[in-house]
């Protein structure tokens, strides 16, 4: 069977890979002229992404993934912030987890060895649908086309192939703009590297401002100790934070600044909302370079609504089903776990391919259900954020806040802070 497939991302690349070992023919056609040409911020993939990932590429990707992913596992107990650098409370304990963050440049580069010779980059696809003998046809910018046995639209949140399927968008802007961009531990003044240690930490404060801060040493946090095996862009302690503000004209204005001038402008509108000015300062060191902005889609949370067409020769994966903002960190593992699915499928098939739309059916159906459950996990973060950008909400911030600092003051396990009422 002939598989193309629209989009090299971290779904697209994950399809390949299987395909290609379990022996059918595939050519993954992305826009990019490089693997690397990516988001700088890095991406977590739990035990299901991992265990699906170990499906679709052979095992030694798999080791050099673990040998370049920080251990969630070996960092501190996650922790989360008010505005003014207070101590809310902590995350769940990560002692026994199994989830991993990695570079999302070296995520894509190994997928991308996995894939070889059957990626093709610099192809940017502008239409897909069937001859009259209902064969899957793709055309690209400068009017070449191809034909397959079966369509894959993996070309992420504003996929063409799904629009062609669903007649229309698959999803929508969830309300927030995020800014992100990585900062080396060792740039921090002492008493903020204390503050915020090797964990990750969410800050919180009125008017819907939020700020992640990801902690990310694939070196001294090695998920597996083999460091000649280590690919990873990130060579010693980094926080990777992203800056997240509801969607508003002005924001918008934000996206079209960057490097320095966005940091400044990033951290003015933080200080117009109250927040500490130590809070901020993962944001004034920061690689200019490194800072970009992305707005939030997200598809709708009832798996009834996800991939609305009927099954057949064409279908779509990860984002382009699917599209998840970034507050569950599911999105990337949830796109992999589609793929392998969709393998697990395909590799039933009798040589015929009559029953391609049914193995396809059956596909779409966890997809359906997948897709659904990291929305609703990544949506109720996003609606807790744009809460506060309520009138009530920004008063329950301010008053709850402080209560909440002072209980967890209280709480027995305290673990000690610096810098926590400095501003
Ligand atoms: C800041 C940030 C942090 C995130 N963190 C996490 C995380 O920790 N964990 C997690 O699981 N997920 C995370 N995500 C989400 C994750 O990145 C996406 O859910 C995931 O990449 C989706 O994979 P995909 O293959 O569907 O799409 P993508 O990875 O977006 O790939 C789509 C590909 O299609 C190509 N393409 C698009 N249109 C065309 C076209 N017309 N022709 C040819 N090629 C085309 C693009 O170039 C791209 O390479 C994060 C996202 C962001 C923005």
Redesign the pocket.
């Known amino acids: 069977m002939r598989v193309v497939v ?9 399809l390949g890979a299987g395909l290609r070992r379990i022996g059918h023919e595939v050519t993954v ?4 002229s490089e693997v690397a040409a ?2 700088g ?5 739990d035990e299901r ?1 991992q265990s699906a990932l170990a499906r679709l590429v052979a095992p030694e990707i798999m080791r050099r993934l673990l040998a370049s992913g920080s251990a969630l596992r070996l960092r501190d107990r996650d922790m989360l912030w008010d505005y003014r650098g207070r101590l809310l409370g902590y995350g769940p304990d990560l002692s026994g987890s199994a989830s991993i ?1 990695v570079d ?1 440049i070296t995520l ?1 580069t190994l997928l991308a060895e996995a894939v070889g010779a059957d990626l093709c980059l610099g ?4 239409g897909v649908g069937t001859d009259d003998t209902g064969i899957p046809r793709v055309v690209f910018v400068d009017g070449a086309s191809v034909t397959a046995d079966l369509v894959v639209g ?7 192939v799904a629009r062609h399927l669903a007649a229309g968008p698959t999803n929508h802007p969830a309300g927030l703009i ?1 800014f ?1 961009g990585r900062t080396r531990l060792a740039d921090l003044d002492p008493a903020e590297r204390q503050r915020l240690g090797t964990r990750s930490t969410m800050g919180i404060g009125p008017r819907g401002a939020a700020l992640y801060v ?1 902690f990310l040493d694939p070196v001294g946090n090695a998920a597996l100790d083999a460091p000649e095996l280590n690919m990873s862009i990130t060579t010693g302690p980094t926080y990777i934070w ?1 800056a997240m503000f509801p969607e508003s004209a002005d924001t918008d204005a934000l996206r079209r600044l960057h490097g320095s001038a966005l940091q400044s402008a990033l951290i003015a509108r933080f200080r117009d909302r109250k927040w500490a000015r130590h809070t901020l300062e993962v944001i004034a060191r920061a690689e200019p370079a490194g800072v970009a902005a ?1 707005r ?1 889609n997200a598809a709708s949370t009832r798996a009834t609504d996800l991939a609305p067409w009927t099954a057949g020769r064409i279908t779509a ?4 089903v699917h ?4 507050t ?8 992999i776990q ?1 793929a392998a699915d969709l393998v697990t499928q395909l590799r039933s098939l009798s040589a015929d391919t009559t029953d391609l739309p049914a193995a396809i059916g059956r596909y779409e159906a966890q997809a359906r259900q997948r897709g659904a459950a990291v929305l609703t996990a990544a949506m109720r973060t996003v609606r807790l954020i744009l809460a506060t950008d309520t009138t009530p909400g920004a008063v329950a911030t301010a008053t709850l806040t402080p209560l909440l600092a002072a209980a967890a003051r209280l709480r027995p396990n305290r673990r000690r802070t610096a810098n926590t009422d400095d501003v």
């Open positions: 629209v989009g090299g991302g971290i779904g697209g690349l994950a056609f992305d826009r990019d990516t988001g911020y890095h991406i977590t993939l992404a963050d999302r894509r192809r940017t696809v502008t993996a070309d992420g949140t504003h996929s063409i995020g992100s990801g992203g992305f939030f994966l990860g984002d382009a599209a998840t903002p970034p569950a960190g599911m999105g990337a593992g949830a796109a589609d």
